[in-house]
């Protein structure tokens, strides 16, 4: 037995670029460490683009972003397509640059049978990457999943099977015009999907942590931007956290 469909899910999608090849030779690794397996999509890559896979998703408002950033949420959408056809009730989405912050199969239980309890239509992002928590003070004992407007980047997050039909709905009527977690909170804005924040996080980010760099920007990994975004971080989880 796969030892995420204990809890509901099958293989995680895993959002990759092609040119990334020393990221699918760490992912194996650490995805072989913790004994789960996953499933890269690639199939949005820029060298698989067509004027016809493009216009089926996007505005042509979409064309000001970069063609990294377009690819990425193709892959987004293109997983939202599997999870339909396969009628996955409950799906884990990562980007490939995803690192795991403590023992991942036991925090990410408590996410899912909380879960269990939201309204169908909801998207639980999992990661710090833009170094936004919930307020301290509406934190509670023993609760995992906390309301949120807007998304901390998609390097991980849950989503379940009427949102992914919801937003693929109304991408292909209405056109994507942003970029994936920008695209999301617009369909949050719109009363399209709902979104939620897990708290502790279960990951982070490499190309916002540090630890790599970012083909979507010129952030380059190293000792300086690690030191960084642990200044940061500890600053917004530790001083602001406790002021909200």
């Known amino acids: 037995m796969k030892i995420l469909q204990q809890y509901g899910i099958e293989t995680p999608y895993v959002v990759h670029a092609l040119r990334n090849k ?7 690794k650490i995805f072989g460490d913790m004994s789960f397996d996953f499933e890269l999509m690639s199939e949005g890559d820029i060298s698989k683009f067509t004027d016809e896979l493009i216009q089926k998703y996007f505005s ?71 170094l936004e928590f919930p307020s301290f003070w ?4 023993g609760k995992r999943i906390y309301e949120a407007k807007m998304q901390r980047c998609t390097g991980g997050y849950l989503i379940d099977l009427k949102c992914a ?7 292909k009527e209405n056109k994507c015009f942003r970029m994936i ?6 369909l949050v804005e719109k009363g399209i999907i709902k979104l939620y924040w897990a708290h502790p996080i279960l990951i982070e980010q ?3 942590n540090g630890l790599l760099g970012s083909a979507l920007s010129l952030r380059k990994k190293g000792s ?21």
């Open 22 to 28: 020393e990221y699918k030779q760490r992912l194996e």
């Open 60 to 130: 042509p408002d979409v064309q000001i972003y970069p063609q990294g950033g377009i690819s990425c949420t193709l892959n987004h959408f293109l997983c939202y397509e599997k999870i339909v056809a396969r009628g996955e009730k409950l799906a884990l989405i990562f980007e490939d640059d995803v690192f795991f912050v403590g023992d991942f199969i036991s925090n990410i239980k408590p996410v899912i049978e909380e879960a269990s309890s939201l309204d169908q239509g909801f998207i639980i992002s999992l990661e710090n990457s833009t």
């Open 165 to 171: 039909k919801d937003i693929l709905n109304y991408t």
């Open 181 to 186: 977690d920008e695209w999301h909170n617009y």
């Open 138 to 141: 509406s934190l509670k004992k």
């Open 206 to 208: 490499g190309s916002h």
């Open 224 to 244: 300086t931007r690690r030191a960084k975004w642990l200044l940061q971080k500890f600053y917004k989880m530790y001083i602001l956290h406790y002021l909200r």
